[in-house]
């Protein structure tokens, strides 16, 4: 979807924010109706930018699952796109912007090693991204000190 602007990009992160955020709230914080909030939320789902709605876990409650790390390096001018979908994405727990040979570095999530493969397959398929790379979390052997775990 080429016609992502900044309301739609606000509105997408205030929903990796807090999903469950009433429409009303929505639009309030963005200063727009709640009709304009309904209907670029039904835009952003048909598109397929917005793929579902999903639950966060403390790391430390997370204790099913995998998790993973991708490395994304993104062709030419599609960084906007690119970052949308990522952000619309429900095994993308979190998207950082990188320098180096990587563009970006998303943390991954999913239930089973088959949902992992259906979580890289989506963001494979998404338009401007270029290559990827993937390392499964296997330990932690240190926490940052203001850690949930």
């Not at 929903?15 to 963005?30: F, Y």
């Not at 709640?34 to 209907?39: A, E, F, K, S």
């Not at 490395?71 to 998207?95: D, H, K, M, Q, Y």
Request: proline fraction near 3%; avoid cysteine; charge should be neutral.
């Amino acid at each position: 979807m080429n016609n992502i602007d900044d309301i739609d990009q606000r509105l997408i992160a205030m929903l990796r924010h807090n999903a469950r955020e009433s429409v009303a709230t929505l639009a309030a914080r963005l200063g727009v109706a709640r009709g304009t909030v309904t209907n670029r939320l039904r835009k952003l789902e048909d598109n397929g930018v917005i793929v579902g709605y999903t639950v966060r876990l403390r790391p430390a409650a997370a204790t099913v699952g995998l998790q993973a790390w991708m490395s994304i390096t993104i062709e030419g001018n599609e960084a906007r796109r690119v970052t949308a979908s990522l952000l619309g994405e429900p095994g993308v727990l979190a998207l950082h912007a990188t320098n180096g040979q990587w563009d970006l570095l998303a943390e991954l999530h999913a239930d089973s090693p088959a949902d992992l493969s259906r979580v890289l397959e989506r963001i494979r398929l998404i338009k401007g991204i270029r290559h990827t790379e993937t390392n499964i979390h296997l330990e932690t052997l240190r926490a940052a000190p203001n850690s949930t775990e």
